[in-house]
Protein backbone atom coordinates (compact mmCIF):
# COMPACT_ATOMS: atom_id res chain seq x y z
CA UNK A 1 0.00 0.00 0.00
CA UNK A 2 1.56 2.98 -1.02
CA UNK A 3 1.98 5.98 1.88
CA UNK A 4 -1.21 8.09 3.49
CA UNK A 5 -1.30 11.30 1.75
CA UNK A 6 -2.90 13.05 4.68
CA UNK A 7 1.33 12.07 5.66
CA UNK A 8 2.30 14.13 3.32
CA UNK A 9 0.89 17.42 4.44
CA UNK A 10 3.38 19.84 6.39
CA UNK A 11 3.33 20.17 9.73
CA UNK A 12 2.09 23.93 9.56
CA UNK A 13 -0.67 22.93 8.08
CA UNK A 14 -1.73 19.61 9.68
CA UNK A 15 -3.69 19.78 12.74
CA UNK A 16 -6.81 19.07 10.90
CA UNK A 17 -9.34 17.14 13.47
CA UNK A 18 -10.04 14.52 10.65
CA UNK A 19 -7.14 13.78 8.94
CA UNK A 20 -3.80 16.36 10.89
CA UNK A 21 -0.97 14.35 11.74
CA UNK A 22 -0.27 17.09 14.24
CA UNK A 23 -4.15 16.33 15.90
CA UNK A 24 -3.50 13.50 17.93
CA UNK A 25 -6.89 14.10 19.36
CA UNK A 26 -8.36 13.83 15.75
CA UNK A 27 -9.29 10.98 13.68
CA UNK A 28 -6.34 10.45 11.70
CA UNK A 29 -8.06 9.48 8.56
CA UNK A 30 -5.73 7.84 6.27
CA UNK A 31 -5.99 8.14 2.43
CA UNK A 32 -4.19 5.81 -0.40
CA UNK A 33 -4.08 4.76 -3.71
CA UNK A 34 -5.35 1.39 -4.48
CA UNK A 35 -4.31 0.91 -8.22
CA UNK A 36 -6.71 3.58 -9.84
CA UNK A 37 -8.82 4.12 -7.09
CA UNK A 38 -8.15 5.92 -3.64
CA UNK A 39 -9.19 4.06 -0.11
CA UNK A 40 -9.33 5.24 3.18
CA UNK A 41 -10.64 2.92 6.27
CA UNK A 42 -12.51 4.10 9.49
CA UNK A 43 -14.16 1.92 12.09
CA UNK A 44 -16.22 4.32 14.43
CA UNK A 45 -15.93 4.32 18.23
CA UNK A 46 -19.11 3.93 20.45
CA UNK A 47 -19.22 7.61 20.69
CA UNK A 48 -19.52 8.26 17.39
CA UNK A 49 -23.30 7.65 17.34
CA UNK A 50 -25.95 9.57 16.55
CA UNK A 51 -28.39 7.14 18.24
CA UNK A 52 -27.95 3.23 18.05
CA UNK A 53 -26.92 1.58 15.20
CA UNK A 54 -25.83 5.07 13.16
CA UNK A 55 -23.05 6.94 13.04
CA UNK A 56 -23.25 10.98 13.67
CA UNK A 57 -23.71 12.56 10.45
CA UNK A 58 -20.86 15.20 11.23
CA UNK A 59 -17.91 12.17 11.58
CA UNK A 60 -19.58 11.06 7.76
CA UNK A 61 -19.26 14.64 6.62
CA UNK A 62 -15.47 15.23 8.51
CA UNK A 63 -14.29 11.97 7.00
CA UNK A 64 -15.83 12.44 3.43
CA UNK A 65 -14.20 15.96 3.48
CA UNK A 66 -10.67 14.58 4.33
CA UNK A 67 -10.70 12.27 1.93
CA UNK A 68 -12.27 13.97 -0.72
CA UNK A 69 -9.41 16.33 -0.71
CA UNK A 70 -6.46 14.05 -0.40
CA UNK A 71 -7.92 12.10 -2.79
CA UNK A 72 -7.90 15.26 -5.32
CA UNK A 73 -4.56 16.87 -4.31
CA UNK A 74 -3.17 13.08 -5.06
CA UNK A 75 -5.07 13.27 -8.59
CA UNK A 76 -2.85 16.78 -9.05
CA UNK A 77 -0.09 15.09 -8.47
CA UNK A 78 -0.64 12.00 -10.42
CA UNK A 79 -1.61 14.09 -13.43
CA UNK A 80 1.72 15.91 -12.95
CA UNK A 81 3.64 12.74 -12.49
CA UNK A 82 4.89 13.73 -9.24
CA UNK A 83 4.09 11.87 -5.99
CA UNK A 84 2.54 13.74 -3.25
CA UNK A 85 4.43 16.34 -0.96
CA UNK A 86 6.80 17.15 -4.16
CA UNK A 87 7.34 20.40 -5.81
CA UNK A 88 6.46 20.84 -9.24
CA UNK A 89 9.70 21.22 -11.50
CA UNK A 90 11.16 25.05 -11.15
CA UNK A 91 8.93 25.97 -8.30
CA UNK A 92 10.40 27.47 -4.89
CA UNK A 93 8.23 26.70 -2.00
CA UNK A 94 7.42 29.52 0.11
CA UNK A 95 6.11 29.22 3.73
CA UNK A 96 2.32 30.51 3.55
CA UNK A 97 1.90 34.15 5.29
CA UNK A 98 -1.15 33.31 7.37
CA UNK A 99 1.17 29.93 8.83
CA UNK A 100 2.71 33.08 10.78
CA UNK A 101 -0.02 34.55 12.05
CA UNK A 102 -3.01 33.59 13.96
CA UNK A 103 -5.71 32.26 12.32
CA UNK A 104 -7.77 35.02 10.30
CA UNK A 105 -10.67 36.20 12.74
CA UNK A 106 -14.02 38.18 11.52
CA UNK A 107 -13.25 41.69 12.57
CA UNK A 108 -16.38 43.38 11.63
CA UNK A 109 -19.94 42.71 9.28
CA UNK A 110 -21.55 45.40 7.19
CA UNK A 111 -24.59 44.44 5.14
CA UNK A 112 -23.06 41.05 2.95
CA UNK A 113 -19.79 41.75 3.87
CA UNK A 114 -17.00 40.69 6.14
CA UNK A 115 -13.99 41.53 6.77
CA UNK A 116 -11.34 39.52 7.88
CA UNK A 117 -7.93 39.82 9.55
CA UNK A 118 -5.54 38.33 11.71
CA UNK A 119 -5.62 38.89 15.58
Known sequence: ?????????????????????????????????????????????????????????????????????GSAAAAGHRAQGREMGTAPRGARWAPSPRCATSPPRCTSTTSRRRQWGSS
Request: with cysteine; aromatic share 10%; charged share 15%.
Open 1 to 69: MSAAFQDTYPDDVAHCYGCGTQNPAGHQLKSHWDGEETVARFTPRPEHTAMPGYVYGGLIASLVDCHGT
